[in-house]
Each structure stands twice: as structure tokens, then as C-alpha cells.
């Protein structure tokens, strides 16, 4: 896919495929096209030239809530949610789009959210990243660790074939991040297909069975962690690659 925003050629002719059950790393400097990369593909922004194909399907015409309702969801790399809202109801609304596409008649749109059936998606997936004992709280009250989870939590409660998560792991705590290697690994053992950008290396490399490199928009690499890290365009590009020495997404999810 190529990507121009005016003067600026943001993306030029990148590629990439993940498959389901598989974690690819998407990595590379700071401003290389990470963000306007995952923007593309959840149709945020249109691209302008190449395929953007899921399920053997092209989806590049699709607005964003139809490839949502498709099976598509991501995170931000700046949290975004309702602050006034509690933890349970911005969940909930990750729901919402494919409760109204279900939905036949302006009647059934203004169900209330708070169903059974969503009240039991909502909470499986609030304990399932161990917020089930705030599901009450307003989000403006919970420290920055767990705002990151209500956001991936609102991001999986759908059940997702495709998970974009924009540096998940920024501001975490230890334990938070091993929380969150774990969520990756259990998601990606249940089948669902996630791209991760992420400037941790070390987590980069114990969880993606592939990575992508990109620097300038272009295209550099894609292979294992380990052949990333012994690159020459890659360590050119990306002088903290020499980092990334885990062992890699055949140890870490089986």
C-alpha cells in the first residue's frame, strides 16, 4: 500500500501479511509510518494505491465501522476513551457497532447496552484483563496502566479476527507488561491474527513470530526477530535493534 499526505510519501509500496493465530511486530524509527500503516488498514485513512485484502476479501473500499463489523480492531497509541464514562460502559461500547448491525428497525437500535447478553461479553472481558474489580469506576480516576487495558479490553470485547495494538506496552508497569504478554500470547493461541508496534524490543522479540521493519515509509525487511537484529539495512535504520535478543514467538506462544 503507498500513502501520500500532500508533499510527503508516507507509505511507498509496504507490505505485509499475518495470519491468523500469528503476532507480527511492526517496528521502526519514530515517524517511519507505523500509525498512518495501522490508520490504513482500519480504513481511518484511504490509501493511495496498492490492496488491502482480509479474509480473501478487498476491504479498501470498506468505511471504518463495516471492517470493525468485519472482524478489525485496534488500540492508540494515546489512549483513547470516554473519561466520564465508567470502565464497564466504555467496554461496552466496543460492542456497539455490531449490536446495531444486527439490529432491523430503529426500535431495536435503542436496546439498552446493559443486555444480558452484553452485560456477560463485557465482563468476561474485563476480568479476562484483570479489571473486573473497576468495572464501576469512572475511567478519569484509574491510573494510566489500567486506562491502557480498559482500552484493549474495549479493542478484544468483540472478539476480533485482527488486533492492531499501537505500543501497547508505553508506561506499563513490570507486572502490567507481563499482563500483557500474556493477553497477547492467550489471543494469539485462540486463533486471532495481531500486528504489534511496539518500541520494546525485548517484548518485541519474546512475542511476534515475524516482524515487519519499515523506516520512511519504505518497506526493509520482514524474517524472524532474531535475522532482524543481524540486518545491516535494519541496524542502519533502527540503532536499538541490536536489543532485540528474545527468544521469539516460537517460545513464547507455542
Not at 476491504?59 to 480492531?73: D, F, S, T, V
Not at 483513547?80 to 437500535?109: C, I, K, M, P
Amino acid at each position: 500500500m503507498s500513502k501520500r499526505f500532500g508533499g510527503l510519501q508516507a507509505l511507498s509500496e509496504v507490505s505485509l501479511s499475518v495470519s491468523s493465530g500469528e503476532v507480527l511486530g511492526l517496528i521502526g524509527p519514530n515517524g517511519a509510518g507505523k500509525s498512518t500503516l495501522v490508520s490504513c488498514i482500519t480504513g481511518v485513512l484511504r490509501i493511495d494505491g496498492g490492496t488491502i485484502r482480509f479474509k480473501d476479501c478487498d476491504i479498501q473500499r470498506l468505511m471504518p465501522h463495516r471492517r470493525a463489523r468485519a472482524g478489525i480492531a485496534r488500540t492508540f497509541q494515546k489512549v483513547r476513551l470516554a473519561d466520564q464514562l465508567t470502565v464497564y460502559e466504555n467496554v461496552a461500547a466496543g460492542l456497539a457497532s455490531h449490536w446495531f448491525a444486527r439490529a432491523s428497525g430503529w426500535t431495536s437500535v435503542f436496546r439498552p447496552l446493559s443486555s444480558a447478553s452484553i452485560a456477560q461479553a463485557v465482563n468476561r472481558t474485563l476480568e479476562r484483563v484483570g479489571l473486573g474489580d473497576v468495572a464501576g469506576r469512572i475511567v478519569k480516576s484509574l491510573p494510566f496502566g489500567q486506562r491502557h487495558f480498559v482500552e484493549i479490553a474495549r479493542a478484544i470485547v468483540s472478539e476480533p479476527n485482527l488486533l492492531l495494538l499501537d505500543e501497547p506496552a508505553t508506561g506499563l508497569t513490570e507486572r502490567e507488561r507481563e499482563r500483557l504478554a500474556t493477553l497477547v500470547k492467550d489471543l494469539a493461541e485462540q486463533g486471532c491474527a495481531q500486528i504489534l508496534i511496539e518500541h520494546d524490543l525485548e517484548l518485541v522479540g519474546r512475542l511476534c513470530n515475524h516482524v515487519t521493519v519499515i523506516n520512511q515509509g519504505h518497506h526493509i525487511f520482514t524474517g524472524t526477530p532474531q535475522a532482524a537484529q543481524s540486518d545491516p539495512e535494519v541496524v542502519r535504520a533502527y540503532l536499538g535493534m541490536n536489543q532485540l535478543i528474545s527468544g521469539g514467538a516460537d517460545d513464547a506462544c507455542g
